[in-house]
């Protein structure tokens, strides 16, 4: 694949390209979704092809084939130039592109127990001993829902600044979703485990128990009181924490988003964000975790990105368009759902760092409030900076005592309003919570957590 993909960037820059890159995958995969018993999606994917980027005059071009010969990936190449050259005609931003630092690095990631080596007969037993776990914990399980992914993929990258990087990724994710029914309420649990590497992971008890974790927190969700609605003092547990560094936060902190004028973020390098007690970072660089690479899809080498340091914001997310009209360096976030769709900024492993507070002592510090664990699903305006999350649950709090249970809590605000809010910072850090990120109609990996925080002045939803 290494001569395809050079053959291929060279095509590509005789045919005018300012710049080119190239990404080769083969990949094999496995998806399972179980529903009430029942297996609704099985399948194992095998793919192979190439993408194809050429920059010229401002303006990008790209094809793909899932052809690897070189009488396809030269039409591709051929392809990619001329769409760039006729769309730089119509760009209203000219920029050429900043050469970033050639990285020559080839990377397997570890695997005791490759998924591929498994059979799908074993995934699908597995897929159905979890849904089975939920159903048979509690007879007001009404409903149960089990997916599981994994993926293998080598992937070449190069591109005409030099760089040629080769991965053979791996990695594997199983999530359960139980709900919970009685007398008309139905609540919802949900618990997952995913990570870079084999099939070793679904064997863990963390894995075995996960739809026992799932109906669990469906029925004491049932057994709850509703939410008290107002403003409170509330501390944010770890996996809370994690979507607001991600979706409240990172979102707006990727660079894309900033020359679109669609980031609250937009001319505040420099300047407070949060209170001072708050750092937040983007890290690809975290090993053992699911939202871990080494270097981009773009040939870049990743980094740890520090977005704010102690309360001001440092800088965002970019990649080689980005970095080139900011005038700051590239720092590997660009990445791709596939061969056939181009890299794009991305979020990896989000989260804020560790204070020097212990959890005991924010809840102790709290005269009236709630202790909110977990969250479900959020919605986010990058360009306002207003969100709103759903918690999965949320206690009690009364003078410095955790107490009372409740449901159907949510939280909403402003970003920068809610981070200068902060009243302290745990420091029990905890990365979970591994997923998938949506954005521009491609999926990535990523994870995000946080240490436990108080915040003043919470936005809380709720039914009573």
């Known amino acids: ?140 399980i009404s409903s149960s829902n089990v997916r599981y992914d994994d993926f293998e993929v080598d992937r070449i990258v190069v591109n005409s600044f030099g760089s040629r990087t080769s991965t053979l990724e791996r990695f594997t994710i199983a999530a359960c979703s139980a709900w919970a029914r009685s007398e008309g309420i139905v609540q919802r649990g949900h618990a997952s485990v995913g990570n870079v590497g084999g099939y070793e992971l679904m064997r863990t008890e963390e894995a075995i128990g996960l739809g026992r974790t799932a109906a669990g927190q469906a029925i004491r969700l049932l057994d709850s009181k509703p939410a008290p609605a107002g403003k409170f003092t509330v501390i944010l547990d770890n996996r809370m924490t994690g979507m607001v560094a991600h979706e409240a936060f990172g979102h707006a902190c990727e660079a894309d988003s900033i020359l679109s004028s669609s980031s609250v973020l937009e001319g505040l390098v420099g300047k407070r964000v949060a209170h001072e007690s708050i750092s937040l970072y983007d890290d690809p660089t975290i090993k053992s975790t699911f939202g871990y690479f080494s270097t981009d899809w773009e040939g870049v080498r990743a980094r740890k990105h520090t977005l704010i340091e102690d309360g001001v914001l440092n800088g965002f997310m970019h990649n080689i368009e980005t970095s080139s009209r900011m005038d700051e360096e590239p720092n590997g976030s660009a990445r791709s759902q596939a061969f056939n ?50 918690c999965d649950e949320a206690y009690d709090v009364v003078k410095g005592e955790v107490g009372q249970r409740y449901r159907d809590a949510s939280l909403s605000g402003v970003i920068l309003e809610v981070l200068h809010n902060v009243q302290g910072v745990a420091d029990d850090f905890m990365l979970g919570d591994p997923g998938y990120c949506g954005k521009g109609g491609q999926a990535a990996r990523v994870t995000d957590g946080g240490p436990h925080i108080s915040v003043a002045n919470m936005v809380v939803g709720g039914l009573s």
């Open 1 to 140: 694949m290494d001569d395809l993909a050079e053959y291929a960037v060279g095509v590509a820059m005789k045919k005018g390209a300012e710049f080119a890159d190239v990404r080769i995958e083969r990949s094999t995969g496995t998806n399972i979704v179980m529903m009430d018993g029942r297996t609704k999606t099985m399948s194992a994917q095998k793919e192979a092809g190439c993408g194809l980027r050429a920059f010229s005059g401002g303006a990008w071009g790209f094809a793909a084939t899932n052809q690897l010969t070189k009488a396809f990936v030269r039409e591709a190449a051929e392809s990619a130039v001329q769409m760039a050259k006729a769309a730089s005609a119509r760009v209203k931003v000219k920029f050429g592109l900043s050469g970033t630092k050639a990285v020559r690095s080839k990377e397997i990631y570890r695997a005791r127990e490759k998924p591929s080596d498994v059979t799908v007969e074993e995934k699908v037993a597995f897929a159905t001993s979890l849904d089975r776990s939920m159903r048979a914990l509690n007879p007001r």
């Open 341 to 390: 769709s181009p890299p794009i900024i991305r979020m990896s492993n989000t989260y804020i760092g560790p204070g020097d507070r212990h959890k005991d002592e924010l809840i102790g510090d709290t005269k009236r409030g709630l202790l909110i664990q977990g969250s479900q699903y959020g919605y986010v305006e990058p360009a306002k900076g207003q969100f709103m999350f759903k």
